[in-house]
């Protein structure tokens, strides 16, 4: 290691945790650890308040309903019930998953196409595009939709024009077949950087000798790419495909701020998010939004403990 | 041992002097990290590339970078023109007449009753400084607990801090707009600051970044020459989290800067908005036409809204550890 902390998570099995003699040497000429959980503290009072109580909140309150006339009442799991059987709320898990169907393999494969050929140093100015790819992230989602829909506006964005020039004239990139390839795009746009960034310093945690060995025994950097370095870094790889598809199930600020240009574009349960954000505050139903929103934690949740989980398995996590 | 321990007090109580020399020791960290990289390199030409291919790849990335850049030359471009000019000329090339200051002006102005642009500015600055500077705080204890003491249920806490990772921001913002219902935290401040400072994967990042790079040994002997676990942690803890420390503000000044669903759900006065909320409402109205002249202050504002975070990690790269991101699995 050059400095304290260097690639400390490139090497998470061996650096992730303090092992447990340096633990105890600590503790030995010192005072107890116990006084550790004055530091803990402020951090767990600030989740509780404003994380635990909430979601307890969210879930009693998913359990009652209220009505114009005879006012709040215990309803059980109706909510759910009611959220379950819409057909528009799964209409928008529908569309999300054919949207994270999509965009997460394309961005996860372009981030990595260019991880690959910056690390191996077989195209040029590798240091400068790995800036300029990486500056959307920095980029609210807010700004980025906003940029996208005047370039693609019907008929005045620049990009509907060069579209009519190349031959197919009369696009609307809002129209209901293309609208979701359209927020695909933007979301590529956005995020394509940050996994390219990720997957980069997880390829130069490669010890050398590794490629060096390869490439004597004669392959070509295709197979150096292909054979060596993915497979080494799998494990980035998994977990890039999780964080993009829960990022991908949350979907919400592109849609709603395309909607501001083309409001019959986007539905009011376009996506989960949406359903949740319409029913609850646009429409008022608080209970039903909460049940929504609980179903969606869930799913979420679930998909993130399976990354947990297989991090876990594979030594990554404490 | 103890030496060490000495030598690391006086750095930090020297200030400005300390603080040169402790910039210039991360220079030639950064150096010698810079050049382990190029010796981890193999050469180029032990592949036996064509020079084609090497123009190919180069191409590929040429034309990425400028589907990267496009939007934000637009964005540029279009904040010099009139709304007229930004639908009738080419939208890559500056028009006549030259309004980018009459558009900055607008800014200041309330635009048909939505509310003032450098009022979100205000807000949003105000937003992101005490949500990441809280955030950035209690990752620092609650990491630097978890990873130099071991206390009853510190295993517990810190599996149960890790599980709140999976808790999408999505499924949290609604709940947390009901409570406010409850209890009149909508439209205040804290109902917006208090939240941004949770930050499960700042504190995972501390923890393992304080687990590599503040030695158990050094606190051990602070702690012999009799100094507090406050002192420990401020004088020697501390100047050793400084890179992680950056890394953790950071990620959570462009979380908060960014945030839209939770402002969006939480406040109903435009006087309270972020600029993303602000904005929103700004492209409500000029995308629906039926407010006029909305487009250049939208497009301005978009551009004045994205310059300090980029201006932010520009400066604060040097610190920045883009490895360090690798831990985050809230994306």
Redesign the interface.
Known sequence: MTSAGVGVLGAPARSDQAPPGRLRAAGRGGPPGARGLWFVLPFLAVLTLFMFVPLGYAIYTSLFTTKLIGGTSFSALANYDQVLTSPDFWDGVRRVLLFAVIQVPVTIGLAAFFAAIFDLGVAKFGRFFRVVFFVPFAIPAVVGALMWSFLLLPQLGPYTRLAGTLGFPGTNYFSSSLILPTIIVIVIWEWTGYNMTILYTALKSIPRDVVEAAVIDGATFSRVILRVKLPMIKPAVVMLVFINLVGALQLFTEPSILSAFQPQAVSYSFTPALYVYNTAVGSGEYNLGAAAAVVLGLVIGAISAGSLAWRRRKGDLA | MTTALRGTGASAKTGAGGWAARRRAAAA?RR??RA??V????P?R????RRG??TL??L??VL??L??????A??VV?ATKTQAN??ST???WFARPFVLFRNLGLLTQSMSGSGVYLQWMGNTALYAALGAGGAT???A??G???????????NA??YL??S?????????A??????YA?VGLINSIWGMV??S??S?VG?YLMR??I???VP??L??AA??DGAG?VTV?LRIAVP?MV??LVTVFLLNV?AV??N??LP??IFTRSGSYP??VG??LL??G???GSKGGLVPV??AG?LV??IP??L??VLLQRYF???????????
């Open positions: 960290r010698e990290r382990a990289e010796a981890n390199a193999v180029v032990l592949y036996g590339l291919t090497v790849l180069t590929c990335a990425f970078a589907f990267i850049l496009a939007p934000l637009w964005l279009n930004v639908y080419f939208g890559f705080v209690l990752c204890l609650a630097y607990g978890f990873a130099r003491y071991r206390f009853r249920g510190s806490l810190f801090t890790l709140t990772l999976l808790v999408p921001i999505t499924a949290v609604l709940p947390l707009y009901l409570v409850k208090l939240p400072m949770v499960p504190v393992t970044f687990a590599a790079s158990p040994e606190v051990a702690r012999i676990e942690f050793l890179p992680g462009v800067w960014n839209y669903f969006l759900i600029l993303t904005l929103a492209a409500q000029a995308g629906t939208l497009i978009g809204t994205v975070v980029v932010l990690f550890r883009a490895d360090l991101l690798r831990g985050s699995t809230t994306g």
